[in-house]
């Protein structure tokens, strides 16, 4: 049995609660968050201990491994706290929002050999999953391009997007990090462009955008190209298209269900999509835990390691810098 300690038991963390109270072999043994309430009403669905501190969590010797899911600003220090109690740890993304923390955090934890895993979901969405499988299969021929679309179905509230870091670290983070997935390369330049199209009020108070497109480019010529918004009024829209010199890849949206009506005053008229990621993508959720118990079982390395959420925080910062100077950036990957 293997034994799980839990810090932050907000939105996603009690998601993940729920995914580790149901899953094999496993158990939540302790949780702490900043707010005892939350983390009263996760020990009440799952019989999680609550500690007071959040040393009290890294010191328990019984825990076989940590999960991150706190607010970003936290997630560098818990990262070095949980491997240097000799915890594997799975961290919620972005590691930090800053590259030089991150490579601050990597100097302090390179020579520690335990698994760490970072929360990019998406790879493990089956149907996302299933178009990577059919391009590693050539069924495609040579991919020369690839499309995200990604687009939240409302507005984060105004305190999420103080702590989140900005729509390029925190919502398009996922879409680079699919990018490199599916390129299965590090593109070398990027170029942005973001607008405030939806709410140019709450925009322009934070700083941030609402709309944004990018284009990033592999040292072959190979492209992907990116489209964000932080609102869509028919609902979560999460697609990808991989174009080859063969054929052409989809992974589609998901509905509530497959029905389909068709009248004469409209065609194929389906039910509307899942509303959100934890409706959209937990599978996607649950087969990444199950991935990251096998490397805490086999002591092995992870699907989606710390190197690859340095990586999609050095292409969000070479997106800002884009974005300002309103140019194409080369990517600095440099440790
Ligand atoms: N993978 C995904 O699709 C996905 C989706 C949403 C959020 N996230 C990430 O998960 C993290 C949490 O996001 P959320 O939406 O659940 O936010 P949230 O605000 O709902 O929850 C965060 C929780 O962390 C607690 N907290 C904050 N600082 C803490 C600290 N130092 N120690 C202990 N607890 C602390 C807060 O009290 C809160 O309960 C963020 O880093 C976010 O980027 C990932």
Not at 93 to 108: H, V
């Amino acid at each position: 049995m293997l034994k799980f300690g839990l810090i932050g038991c907000g939105r996603i963390g009690s998601m993940h609660a729920d995914i580790l109270h149901h899953e094999n072999d496993v158990i939540l043994d302790s949780v702490f968050d900043l707010n005892t309430n939350l983390a009263k009403e996760v020990s009440k669905k799952t019989g999680a201990k609550i500690c007071n501190h959040d040393f009290e969590l890294f010191d328990k010797n019984n825990l076989d491994a940590v999960l991150i899911a706190s607010a970003t600003s936290s997630h560098a220090d818990y990262i070095e706290k949980a491997l240097k109690n000799g915890k594997p740890v799975f961290c919620e993304k972005p590691i930090d929002l800053s590259l030089d923390r991150i490579r601050k955090c990597y100097e302090r934890i390179k020579k520690i050999n335990l698994p760490i895993q970072i929360g990019f979901n998406r790879r493990f969405d089956p149907s996302h999953a299933a178009i990577k499988n059919l391009l590693k299969e050539n069924k495609i021929g040579q991919l020369n391009q690839v499309i995200i679309t990604s687009r939240d179905p409302e507005m984060p509230s105004e305190d999420y997007y103080k702590s989140a870091g900005g729509l390029f670290k925190d919502m398009t983070i996922h879409d680079f990090d699919l990018a490199r997935f599916y390129l299965d390369e590090d593109p070398v330049e990027i170029f942005a462009a973001g607008q405030r199209l939806i709410d140019p009020y709450m925009m322009n108070k934070i700083n941030d955008y609402d709309t944004a497109m990018f284009i990033l480019t592999c040292m072959d010529g190979k492209q992907c190209f990116i489209n964000n918004s932080r609102t869509a009024v028919y609902g979560y829209d999460q697609r990808v298209e991989l174009l080859g010199s063969n054929g052409m890849l989809q992974s589609g949206n998901h509905n509530l269900d497959q029905t389909k009506i068709y009248k004469k005053e409209f065609s194929e008229t389906s039910s509307p999509y899942l509303y959100f990621f934890i409706e959209r993508y937990k599978e996607a959720f649950s087969l990444q835990l199950k991935s990251f118990i096998k490397s805490i079982k086999q002591n092995s390395s992870t699907d989606v390691g710390f190197e690859d959420g340095f990586k999609a925080l050095a292409i969000a910062d070479a997106a800002y810098k884009s974005l300002k100077e309103r140019k194409s950036i080369s990517i600095n990957y440099n440790w």
